[in-house]
């Protein structure tokens, strides 16, 4: 199950992230999973959020850069060694991680680790044949 994500292109400078954050508070889009990374010119503003479609829309009338990219979001055990369960599975077949981040689930003791995979089906084959929770996008919406 992929989800989806937005990449957001934000200039390094002051204010641009609180532009974002206030456009989709007055937009009602609710962020639910983010990460930033950064270089000297520009950041990445990577998010999850519950109105892909308003997200957009949004960002296009207010002359933003952002690109669509699915990615994968799996439950893990809170716990110390649940990472590494995870990244044993994909490291035994092959499974090259481009990049992730992580949440906390509220009423579980579970962890959501958001994946961004080179070879996303053969993730999701090798995810499901270890049978690891995959969580698909309606259910991170409601975490």
């Given at each position: 199950?992929?989800?989806?994500?937005?990449?957001?292109?934000l200039e390094n400078r002051a204010g641009r992230l609180?532009?974002?954050a206030h456009l989709f508070g007055e937009a009602q889009?609710?962020?639910?999973?983010?990460?930033?990374?950064?270089?000297?010119?520009?950041?990445?503003?990577?998010?999850?959020?519950?109105?892909?479609?308003?997200?957009?829309?949004?960002?296009d009338?207010?002359?933003?850069?952002?690109?669509?990219t699915d990615v994968v979001a799996v439950?893990?055990?809170d716990k110390p060694g649940g990472l590494a369960g995870i990244l044993d599975v994909l490291t035994e077949n092959d499974i090259n991680v481009?990049?992730?981040?992580a949440f906390l689930e509220k009423a579980t003791d579970k962890a959501v680790v958001v994946f961004r995979f080179d070879d996303i089906e053969k993730a999701l084959a090798a995810l499901d044949s270890n049978e690891i929770n995959?969580?698909?996008g309606k259910k991170i919406v409601e975490l």
């Open positions: 199950m992929k989800v989806k994500q937005i990449s957001i292109f609180d532009a974002v889009v609710n962020i639910r999973a983010l990460s930033l990374a950064e270089t000297s010119d520009f950041g990445v503003l990577r998010l999850i959020v519950d109105k892909p479609a308003k997200a957009s829309e949004t960002l009338e207010h002359n933003f850069t952002y690109s669509f439950e893990i055990p481009e990049y992730m981040y995959v969580l698909n």
